[in-house]
């Protein structure tokens, strides 16, 4: 099956929402994780179970967006929408601790 370049482009911001989604639901596990301590088996049972559950996430969008054929721009817009989500979260750390750093200096002043 042929798809337009508009159907492709939809399909590729599809991809990388996908992508973002799967980045946010690991760092919710990474919270829970820093919440409450977990030995090294339960991690290891947490990371086999969100895989298996990002898999059937990741194909359901393949099959609902493509009918289930692999393209390579879907597999790459989820990677790119996890690059995008990482880089959203180190940029918002970096405005944080600035936001810090200048509040500090106010409160010095007074």
Do not use: N
């Not at 973002?20 to 088996?41: A, P």
């Not at 929408?81 to 600035?98: M, R, Y």
């Amino acid at each position: 099956m042929i798809l337009g370049i508009g159907k492709e482009t939809a399909i590729l911001l599809y991809a990388c929402l996908s992508g973002v989604i799967v980045f946010l639901s690991y760092q919710i596990l990474y919270l829970f994780r820093r919440l409450i301590r977990h030995s090294v088996f339960l991690i290891g049972i947490e990371d086999l179970l969100y895989w298996v559950a990002v898999s059937v996430y990741i194909f359901r969008q393949m099959y609902r967006t493509i009918y289930g054929s692999v393209r390579w721009f879907f597999v790459l817009g989820v990677v790119l929408g996890c690059l995008l989500a990482w880089s959203g979260k180190k940029l918002s750390k970096e405005i944080w601790k600035k936001c810090q750093k200048s509040l500090e200096k106010r409160k010095k002043k007074r």
